[in-house]
């Protein structure tokens, strides 16, 4: 592999990356809720969830999502229904102070909630499947050159979530009021949802 191979790669991912999708809609949501404490939590969420898209790629389940509109449709379903309960949890969430009890059990939970949201995108998988090869030479070994081109696209994740959390908690004043968290979890939930129905319809 070239490093003009590579550096194609690593824009074409940047890119791609920046536009948001259902992982960044809930960090950003998170990252409001929770401030810049959550940015841990919330990068390390979507460093592991899309390494375990990656693997599932690697190991051939994007060979089935892609060829077999069951499982496709199963798995989606799955993620549509998961973004839907997560909507349902902020309509109901309550505008009372964390302590840091209730913040350390909050970033347990966001932490496993993101991590599910970007893990179990099936369209996440299938694309990388279908974008990896091509920026790999089938001349010489591949396999070293899809794990630097896993290991790129997860480090470019981590430092895109970093800063979608930057920025986002960065607004978190705004949202003190109980007015406004209400407003807001109106706001989040009603686009988590959305997202969910839209995974459902297309299903």
């Known amino acids: ?11 074409a ?21 929770h401030g810049a404490r959550a940015s841990l939590s919330l990068v390390a969420a979507v460093c592991l969830g899309d390494s375990t898209a990656l693997a599932f790629s690697l190991l051939g389940l994007g060979v089935l999502l892609s060829t077999s509109a069951f499982w496709f449709s199963v798995v989606k379903i799955l993620g549509g229904v998961y973004l839907i309960y997560l909507a349902i949890k902020l309509f109901r969430a309550g505008v009372s102070p964390i302590d840091d009890q209730e913040m350390r059990a909050g970033s347990n939970n966001l932490f496993i909630n993101t991590y599910i949201i970007t893990a179990l995108n099936p369209k996440g998988i299938v694309f990388f499947i279908a974008f990896l090869p091509q920026f790999v030479d089938t001349t ?15 480090v470019l994740a981590a430092i895109n979530t970093f800063m979608y959390c930057f920025f986002a908690s960065s607004a978190r004043g705004f949202f003190q009021s109980a007015q406004a968290q209400q407003r807001f979890n109106l706001a989040g939930g009603s686009l988590l949802g959305i997202a969910g129905v839209w995974a459902l319809r297309n299903s």
Do not use: C
């Not at 010489?140 to 997860?154: A, E, H």
């Open 1 to 11: 592999m070239t490093i003009e191979v590579w550096l194609a790669f690593a824009v």
């Open 13 to 33: 991912s940047a890119v791609l990356l920046v536009i948001p999708g259902p992982t960044i809609l809930a960090v950003i949501s998170y990252s409001i809720a």
């Open 140 to 154: 010489v070994d591949t396999s070293v050159q899809l794990w630097i081109l896993s290991t790129t696209f997860v």
